[in-house]
């Protein structure tokens, strides 16, 4: 959170919010699930979150001096003129894509600095460059204008940046976790915009006292006896660490049955779920679930527990009717599969 | 233990709230101060100066450059060397945003991105006068400290610019005080009944309480000391619950001001009140503090319509560059500016020290943009007896169908109904279409057709709508004649006439209409109005509510 040489809020320090520390931790395990999107009140550790989980993540190695975070000093732009081969450990970038950033911020546009001074036609990377490898977080993102939405909609498909303007023709990788946070009170999302985030959760505020007091004495402890709080914390989140790189290792090898292939297009079909965008999700966070669980196979219950987030937001929606879509699911899951076991199921 | 404050007066709390930012800083993120321009303003924030300097004064027209900073194009021109002007944001200490209520949504993101760095303290300078006139959200989070001075004269200023004794000890101090787990669970108490989801707030709440300690020289917060920060903090935002018995009979007309929960059709009226009253029990406040005038506005999730529309020339979809001054609010358009200047090269002097291009101020262009503002669809519903009579259900179904188009198209909406002898607002510009479907499900009908009052109501909508950088539109809806004038009297001719007044008065504002005849046969009375109006008038005498939305949807394109 601070700049101030500080270390993030650890993610297995942040009190209850299941939903959304799963969903972020699958997309982790498979960063083609294709982000998270988190709507709910303010003031829920959704930011928290998001920092916490990059810093909880391995560090990435990347060229120096590379602006787009390449692996390999072959695959870095031409126009970057990185000259250096060496390479280098950095922390999972988390770019931050404040509402009002203007569109040559966002893709990068011709340097100024260069043009006019030096006469020389030279490319200014932006947010998206930087966010290559890492996570784009854009907090309020219902609130993003349309043309920034519009631009961001098409990178996220391609994984690539295509500048064509004021006679730069530029292009470079851009494959990003994009992870939005938003007051659905404040405005509605475009449904294409929406149909782009693999996952959709909702997260709330503990409204009991005792989780309350939680967060309160975590938030303290983390703020006023920082090196004490982060060792204690540091062996939890070392245990979320290596799960997830154990589930990442183990993801190509979980098996996906004909059943759940098929129980994954019959969940799709009697939800009405638009295109195939919503099968792939639930079947790929699914299989990152199976994994993350370490469990061979992809089985109803991971199907089950990842129709909600995987589908809520892609189902057809009247804007008129406010019957919640996760009871909807809930609904037809219990038809298709019978009602739900246990938690454990 | 020291005199214990009492919170109940302003301007104790405006000087407690001083002395809490200039001790714990950035661990309570900054103060916002309601207030008009006023001698006592004058003074709190002269004391603020003293207190905790200034780094940095920010307004809603600071441009992205002055804050964020980046390379000086005028001085690198002038110098040809590279010049970095670093922006405000930069800047560690007290920054103060004035004019705070008209901050846009991407200024408040920015401010909230630099608090959230850490090492700053926002003063936010909120001088709304409206209650929908207020801080951004995301600010009015982050700011944890509220002070309201209205109401303060000059009598108070003394009061309030006294200095608080141990100010130095606590700055050292405070963050040794010792919080217990018990008024942990106090604090998390008072939050749930008042009903904060902020847990921001709660730390701010916390942090402030151990400042208030410090400053008494206490070494460990007493239940007093956090009331004090609560009232700082908490209250403001809270939905202080009535602790009197009265509560038990809300007036019903007042119930549905704030539609509950998303859930069925009208389930939860019952359930507000009893809600209420055993929260109250739980939890007794001291009574001092619940008798607080003070309250933020805007509490409640509601923001402050982030997503109206700005206006400007630095966002948006990019028209072609014009000349200009690389001064102005403007952003320069360094390709078409080279081309400018190429022409010229060989006239001109050559540029100093081997600088490939000479460049004149005459050749600078500025780039322009233009945004697209949003729209608000103004529905003004008859209610009247004959309305309900002849075609409500058709009515409130083309509304549906109007608002199903509405958010397609991404259009707020806004509702105004009139009966009897007046217009009500049923509901502010919103895109949350389940309330005003819920706004109009639950709309009565009955009564005389007040047409005048409904205009009027519509068009007080349609300037706000304007003024927020939205461009409105008004759709009303009727089945007949005016029969109530605006002074309530029911005279057809002066109604007729007053509703004539009021439909030119909205056309000359320039706001674009239209005129939905939902009567069984059409009337001429309509079509004059919507001649008034300079607006469309659709005659739907048989049409389903199918085909009315189909002609709204293209009178509204067009």
Not at chain 1, 64 to 70: D, I, Q
Not at chain 2, 15 to 44: D, H, I, Q, Y
Not at chain 2, 421 to 426: I, Q
Request: glycine share 8%; charged share 25%.
């Amino acid at each position: 959170m601070s700049d101030l040489g500080r270390q993030p809020f650890p993610f297995s320090a942040i009190v209850g919010q299941e939903d959304m520390k799963l969903a972020m931790i699958l997309t982790a395990i498979d960063p083609k699930i294709g982000g998270v999107l988190v709507f709910g009140d303010r003031g829920t550790g959704k930011s928290t979150a998001v920092r916490a989980l990059a810093a909880l993540l391995p560090a990435i190695k990347v060229v120096e001096g590379c602006p787009v975070n390449s692996e390999n000093p072959e695959d870095c732009p031409d126009w970057a003129e990185t000259g250096s081969k060496r390479r280098v450990k950095r922390p999972t970038p988390v770019i931050d894509l404040p509402l009002g950033a203007t569109e040559d911020r966002v893709t990068g546009a011709l340097d100024i600095e260069r043009a006019l001074v030096h006469g020389e036609k030279a490319f200014e990377p932006g947010l998206l460059a930087r966010a290559n490898r890492g996570y784009l977080y854009i907090d309020e993102v219902n609130l993003l204008e349309d043309h920034i939405v519009d631009l961001l909609l098409d990178v996220a498909q391609s994984g690539e940046n295509v500048v064509e303007r004021e006679g730069l023709s530029i292009r470079h990788a851009a494959r990003f976790v994009l992870v939005g946070s938003g007051n659905p009170e404040e405005g509605e999302l475009r449904p294409q915009l929406l149909d782009r985030f693999g996952l959709a959760v909702d997260v709330r505020s503990p409204n009991d006292v005792a989780t309350r007091v939680e967060v309160i004495r975590r938030r303290a402890g983390y703020e006023e006896d920082h090196e004490s709080f982060m060792v204690r914390w540091r062996k939890a989140d070392g245990r979320l660490r290596s799960r997830i790189l154990k589930a990442r290792e183990g993801l190509s090898g979980v098996a996906t049955p004909d059943a759940a292939l098929e129980d994954c297009a019959a969940i799709c079909i009697a939800l009405g779920s638009d295109g195939l965008r919503g099968e792939l999700t639930l079947l790929r966070s699914a299989r990152a679930l199976a994994a993350y669980e370490g469990d061979a196979e992809v089985s109803r219950a991971h199907l089950r527990r990842m129709a909600v987030p995987a589908l809520g937001h892609r189902l057809r929606r009247d804007p008129l009717d406010d019957t919640g879509s996760d009871t909807r699911i809930a609904r037809s899951l219990g038809e298709l599969f019978g009602p739900y076991q246990t938690a454990a199921e | 233990m020291a005199a214990a404050a009492d919170m109940s007066d302003p301007a104790v709390r405006a000087r407690m709230a001083l002395a809490v930012l200039a001790v714990a800083g950035p661990a309570v993120g900054g103060l916002w101060l309601r207030a008009r321009p006023s001698p006592v303003r004058e003074v709190f924030l002269e004391t603020l100066d003293r207190l905790l300097p200034e780094a940095a004064r920010i307004g809603p027209e600071t441009e992205d450059f002055a804050l964020s900073g980046g390379v000086d194009v005028g001085a690198s021109l002038a110098t040809g060397q590279r010049v970095l002007a670093p922006g405000l944001l930069a800047r560690t200490g007290r920054l103060t945003l004035a004019s705070a209520e008209r901050a846009s949504p991407a200024l408040a993101a920015r401010l909230a991105q630099a608090l959230d760095r850490g090492g700053r303290v926002l003063v936010a300078l909120d001088e709304g006068a409206e209650p929908e006139e207020t801080l951004a959200p995301g600010l009015a989070a982050r700011v944890g400290l509220f002070v309201d001075l209205d109401g303060l004269g000059m009598r108070e200023c003394d009061a309030v610019s006294e200095p608080t004794a141990g100010l130095e000890k606590a700055r050292s101090g405070w963050s040794e005080t010792r919080f217990s787990g018990e008024l942990e669970t106090v604090l998390a108490e008072y939050s749930t009944f008042l009903g904060i989801d902020e847990s921001r707030h709660l730390l701010v709440a916390r942090a402030a309480a151990r400042t208030v300690a410090a400053l008494r020289g206490a070494r460990e917060v007493a239940r007093e000391d956090l009331d004090i920060a609560a009232a700082l903090v908490l209250l403001p935002r809270g939905q202080v619950p009535d602790v009197q018995p009265e509560v038990e009979e809300p007036e019903p007309e007042h119930q549905d001001d704030r539609p509950s929960e998303d859930e069925g059709e009208n389930s939860s009226d019952t359930g507000v009140p009893e809600d209420r009253l055993t929260g109250a029990e739980a939890v007794p406040l001291p009574a001092a503090l619940l008798d607080l005038s003070a309250t933020a506005p805007g509490r409640g999730a509601h923001g402050a319509g982030a997503g109206a529309a700005l206006r400007g020339t630095t966002r948006g979809r990019p028209l072609p560059s014009r000349p200009g001054h690389a001064n102005a609010r403007a952003r320069i358009d360094p390709v078409a500016t080279l081309r400018a200047a190429i022409p010229w090269q060989r006239l001109r002097p050559p540029a100093p020290r081997g600088q490939p291009v000479a460049l004149r101020p005459s050749d600078i262009r500025i780039r322009r943009f233009e945004e697209r503002s949003d729209r608000v669809v103004i529905f003004a519903v008859d209610a009247s007896g004959s309305q309900a009579m002849a075609r409500m259900a058709e009515a409130k179904g083309a509304v549906e169908c109007l608002l199903s188009e509405a958010y397609r198209r991404r259009d707020q909406v806004a509702m105004v109904s009139f009966r009897g002898r007046e217009a009500e607002v049923l509901l502010a510009p919103t895109r949350a279409l389940v309330r005003a479907r819920n706004a109009l499900v639950g709309l009565p009908a009955g009564g005389a057709t007040p047409l005048a009052a409904g205009l009027g109501a519509a068009s007080v909508l349609a300037m706000q709508a304007r003024a927020a950088g939205a461009t409105p539109v008004v759709v009303l809806l009727s089945d007949g004649r005016a029969n109530i004038a605006l002074d309530g009297e029911a005279d057809r001719t002066r109604a007729a006439a007053d509703a004539e007044t009021a439909a030119r008065r909205l056309a000359a504002a320039g706001v674009e209409s239209l005129v939905l005849d939902t009567g069984r046969r059409p009337q001429a009375a309509l079509e004059v109005l919507a001649q008034a109006l300079r607006g469309r008038y659709l005659a739907l005498p048989f049409a389903r509510a199918k085909e009315m939305s189909a002609a709204v949807s293209a009178a509204l394109d067009s």
